[in-house]
């Protein structure tokens, strides 16, 4: 029999092993949560059997500040290899994979696209630059 005390150490385990960085694989539940949240998504289409053509989380470097930016977006991987992830590439037109696309806040709107891998050094940049998810303004140019 459990007491108590083992029920709120076995509780407080679970929570503080719940990733706040969850990866969903369902591009439209990812999608729909996205825009409750007001969040930006990331999606990134990937073949994990290829080593060249997956996503690998530690490749952002360090964890406490990837875990910081990553913890900006709703998160949706998706297998690309599967009938839905192919149905996913095609959908966004995926040329290479690993395909990487951060929606905007209102998820209408690619702010980011990237065939092919990213350095870490890309991704830094790209997972900043966009964590606010917001619009690109649009430029008018007159003559």
Not at 67 to 83: F, I, M, P
């Amino acid at each position: 029999m459990i007491d108590l005390t083992s029920w709120a150490w076995v509780l407080a385990l679970l929570a503080a092993s719940a990733s706040p960085n969850d990866w969903m694989n369902d591009y439209g539940a990812a999608l729909k949560a996205a825009k409750a949240e007001r969040k930006p998504l990331l999606v990134v289409i990937e073949d994990p059997a290829r080593r060249t053509a997956r996503f690998e989380e530690a490749s952002l470097g360090d964890q406490r500040a990837n875990r910081q930016l990553l913890s900006k977006y709703k998160l949706c991987r998706v297998d690309g290899t599967t009938a839905y992830g192919a149905a996913v590439a095609r959908a966004f037109r995926a040329q290479a994979l690993p395909f990487t696309s951060i929606i905007d806040k209102t998820g209408s709107v690619q702010i980011f696209v990237k065939a092919g891998p990213l350095s870490e050094t890309q991704w830094r940049a790209a997972l900043a630059q966009h964590q606010s998810g917001a619009k690109p303004e649009p430029v008018i140019c007159s003559t």
